[in-house]
């Protein structure tokens, strides 16, 4: 376990890469579940986009076995895809999975709800991310069938079943298990699971390391460093799970992630001083981050909607 566990601290991008289909073929998981800590485990997406290959697994499916039973962390990205990680929880323990925790409101968080919901079980989730799947939670599913065609059937949008606006707190067996919305991050109700007895963040999509952090519409990159410094910097973790890639430390994550939205930032406010344009943003170097899995995928992308955001801050 302590050999394992180190192997995770450590983890780089030669540990897992974009262009590894699927590294568990018997089983809809892209990755086998592994014992993170004792008790808390997790399935380790791939960090590609969603393809057919991964089934949609390109996020990490969490659960900690608490003694009094299990708690689940993210949906999954389609109800196969939360049916094949309940068989590995079953795999691993007799306990019951007492409840589902989505991370925020995007298909690979929330698409396996209706999975978890058949078998009478709540899931729980920021009320920002339940508005978000009940307003579009039809095109999320309709994009998700696109590139996962027959590996979708059964999956039907399915919001949390129950809401919190600030923390969410479960004592269980040997865990206290914080379920905490620290602020504005990535998109709109992203939440940590914070195990402060042992050190221990879920961090969602609030932390990357291994692939590079998207920008969508909705991200305001400068609420997320407000966020990371006043809040995710305070839990001092010794562990971090991410939102993708192997688990590691705030040492790695801190790196790839505020340092990354710093070191953007910087370049495109420099771009907005010499009077660039947005069709010039895009090309802003970003080559220090060029090791990053899906660098190429969002990288101009990540540019331009940093450009359009900070013109009008």
């Known amino acids: 376990m302590r050999i394992a566990l180190a192997l995770c601290l450590v983890a780089t991008s030669a540990f897992a890469h974009e262009d590894i289909a699927d590294k568990y073929p018997g089983s809809l998981l892209y990755n086998k579940p592994v014992e993170v800590i004792p008790g808390v485990w997790s399935a380790i997406g791939a960090t590609a986009p969603p393809t057919y290959e991964n089934a949609g697994h390109n996020n990490n499916l969490s659960f900690i076995v608490t003694g009094d039973g299990v708690v689940v962390v993210n949906g999954g990205a389609a109800y196969g895809l939360a049916k094949a990680l309940h068989d590995e929880i079953k795999a691993v323990t007799d306990e019951p999975v007492k409840m589902v925790f989505n991370e925020n409101g995007q298909g690979h968080a929330v698409l396996g709800n209706n999975y978890w919901t058949e078998q009478g079980i709540p899931v729980i989730a920021h009320d920002d991310a339940i508005a978000k799947v009940e307003a579009i939670g039809g095109s999320i599913l309709e994009g998700m069938q696109r590139y996962n ?74 609420d997320w460093l407000e966020t990371w410094d006043t809040e995710f910097e305070a839990l001092n973790a010794t562990y971090v799970i991410p939102g993708h890639g192997h688990p590691t430390n705030m040492d790695q994550v801190r790196k790839y992630t505020k340092g990354y939205l710093e070191y953007l930032r910087g370049k495109i406010g420099a771009h907005l001083d010499a009077g660039g344009d947005l069709a010039e943003a895009y090309y802003v170097d970003q080559t220090p981050y060029k090791n990053l899995d899906t660098y190429e995928e969002l990288a101009t992308k990540n540019a331009g909607r940093v450009y359009e955001q900070m013109e009008f801050e």
């Open 149 to 222: 065609r027959d590996k979708a059937a059964g999956t039907v949008v399915q919001p949390a079943t129950e809401g919190f606006s600030d923390n969410y707190i479960v004592e269980l067996g040997d865990f206290r298990i914080e379920a905490r919305y620290l602020g504005p991050a990535h998109s709109p109700g992203d939440i940590v699971i914070w195990l402060p007895n042992q050190s221990l963040v879920i961090s969602g999509d609030m932390a990357f390391h291994e692939r590079m952090l998207p920008i969508f519409e909705d991200t305001m990159t400068a």
